[in-house]
């Protein structure tokens, strides 16, 4: 499927169908657009790289989800509204930012393996020597230098792949949580998760249904972290169903 460019050429994607699009994809961290090939086949519909991610350039400086969704704002502008927005991990992240932004634009939201409250149990902490270098910076007894190499040592895989703007980036939203977002959010919310996905677990689908004023889960048995790949059927019944309920 050939590129479209959005938002005056800042934003590149994917275009499907011939009317104003009904359906906004968001796809997760190092990511890109394709991963909803198959789910919105058949739609209205779009499916973005969004910035710093596929062939989108990055943002011009560091931010969080809520300047992810400042800048895909003006594409809202380009559809059939109410549109429903899909979001998979990072890209549900700036979702719920952009539910509560344009309210009057979104008709429901699906969301899927987003980390949209921190866990209930933490991983294990920080590698010790990692720990000791922090403490040790913090104290003016480390350089930055040597601090960022015990980070690309010891960080996530996530960490280790970006560099510059985007690195600083990551770090913004993964220490992000949104209980604000999702209790202002009016529309309809579905929340489909694979009960193995280990990036975001099941637990946070449960308890940010409970901040929801409209919200319905979907478990998934035996599927991962990447729902838009490994069981994009399910996806796609979920976007079905808040497409008909706007018509």
Same mark, same amino acid.
């Given at each position: ?20 699009? $009904? ?7 190092? @990511?890109?657009?394709?991963?909803? &090939?198959?789910? !919105? %086949? *058949? #739609? ?17 400086h ?34 719920v ?11 429901g ?6 980390p949209?409250?921190?866990r ?8 010790? $020597? ?6 040790l910076? @913090?104290?003016?007894?480390?350089? &930055?230098?040597? !601090? %960022? *190499? #015990? ?9 280790r ?9 990551l ?13 202002s ?6 929340l ?38 490994t069981?994009?059927?399910?996806? $796609? ?11």
């Amino acid at each position: 499927m050939a590129l479209s460019s959005f938002v005056n050429g800042s934003i590149f994607g994917a275009r499907f169908g011939e009317d104003p699009a $009904r359906v906004i994809a968001l796809h997760g961290w190092g @990511r890109t657009h394709r991963d909803f &090939d198959v789910c !919105l %086949e *058949g #739609l209205n519909a779009i499916s973005i790289d969004l910035p710093g991610f596929g062939v989108s350039p990055p943002p011009t400086h560091a931010g969080g989800a809520a300047m992810y969704a400042d800048l895909i704002s003006p594409l809202l502008d380009t559809c059939r509204t109410p549109i429903v927005v899909v979001g998979h991990s990072f890209g549900g992240r700036v979702a719920v930012h952009l539910a509560e932004q344009r309210p009057a634009a979104i008709g429901g939201l699906v969301l899927t393996g987003v980390p949209l409250l921190h866990r209930a149990h933490r991983k294990g902490r920080p590698a010790v $020597r990692y720990q000791l270098g922090r403490l040790l910076h @913090r104290w003016g007894l480390v350089s &930055d230098n040597v !601090l %960022e *190499g #015990l980070k690309d040592k010891y960080g996530s895989a996530d960490y280790r792949a970006a560099s510059g703007v985007m690195r600083d980036i990551l770090v913004t939203v993964v220490n992000e949580s949104y209980e604000q977002q999702l209790r202002s959010i009016s529309a309809p919310v579905d929340l489909v998760w694979g009960d193995g996905d280990d990036a975001a677990p099941p637990e946070i689908a449960t308890r940010s249904e409970a901040l929801l004023t409209d919200a319905r889960i979907t478990l998934l048995g035996g599927i991962d972290h990447f729902v838009p790949t490994t069981a994009p059927s399910a996806l $796609r019944e979920a976007i079905d169903r808040r497409l008909g309920a706007l018509q």
